[in-house]
């Protein structure tokens, strides 16, 4: 759990560290006192919920804040539906690739929480894309959606790279909900 001191805090919102500190007095902002110790320290959580409810800018915490998806998908109304349902308003930053190997340079650069892959692109590819990056350190704890087309034919594949599956046509607001309560979890959002 990352904490901040009031200096730190003062330091993203652009104001003195007294202000954090009338702040935190009048409990207006959470956080804890240190044993033995008139010093304050603010969970990044708290800071975040607080900054949100006050529409101040969440500076650099904004990448922590949001929830990063990734869609591999080429089919644009897939890719206009889930963005209308994953909107920043709703802490959500949404980044789109259209093949294994766009993926593969958003994944690096764009560090998602969430990748969704469109099983549309190619069954063989879509397999592919997942493989990779659960044998990547760096993308093991991303979660894995893969989108399933309903096209009357069995698909048979290792499913162990991925968290959900959705058969297509489903409906966007579920995933939504499932995307928000899956990466709730894992970032601590508030």
């Known amino acids: 759990m990352k904490v901040f001191t009031t200096g ?24 804890y006192r240190i044993p033995g110790s008139q010093d304050r320290r603010i969970p990044r959580e708290y800071l975040i919920k607080f900054l949100k409810e ?31 349902e994953l909107p920043p308003e ?11 190997f766009e993926a593969g340079i958003q994944a690096e650069s764009f560090t998602p ?16 894309i997942c493989q990779n990056l659960r044998k990547n350190v760096d993308f093991t704890d991303i979660i894995l959606i ?7 034919q069995p698909m048979s594949f290792d499913r162990s790279a991925i968290n959900e599956t959705f058969k297509k046509p489903f409906d966007a607001h579920l995933l939504a909900e499932r995307l928000r309560t899956l990466i709730g979890a894992k970032k601590e959002l508030v």
């Open 8 to 31: 730190q805090v003062a330091k993203i919102c652009k104001v003195a560290p007294r202000t954090v500190s009338k702040w935190f007095d009048s409990g207006r902002l959470k956080g």
């Open 54 to 84: 006050h529409g101040m800018p969440l500076g650099d915490l904004e990448d922590e804040a949001m929830a990063k998806c990734l869609i591999v998908a080429q089919d644009q109304v897939l890719i206009e539906n889930l963005k209308r």
């Open 90 to 100: 709703k802490s959500f930053k949404v980044a789109v690739a259209a093949s294994g």
């Open 113 to 128: 929480d969430c990748i969704i892959v469109d099983f549309s692109i190619g069954k063989i590819e879509s397999v592919q």
């Open 146 to 152: 893969a989108l399933l087309p309903d096209d009357g």
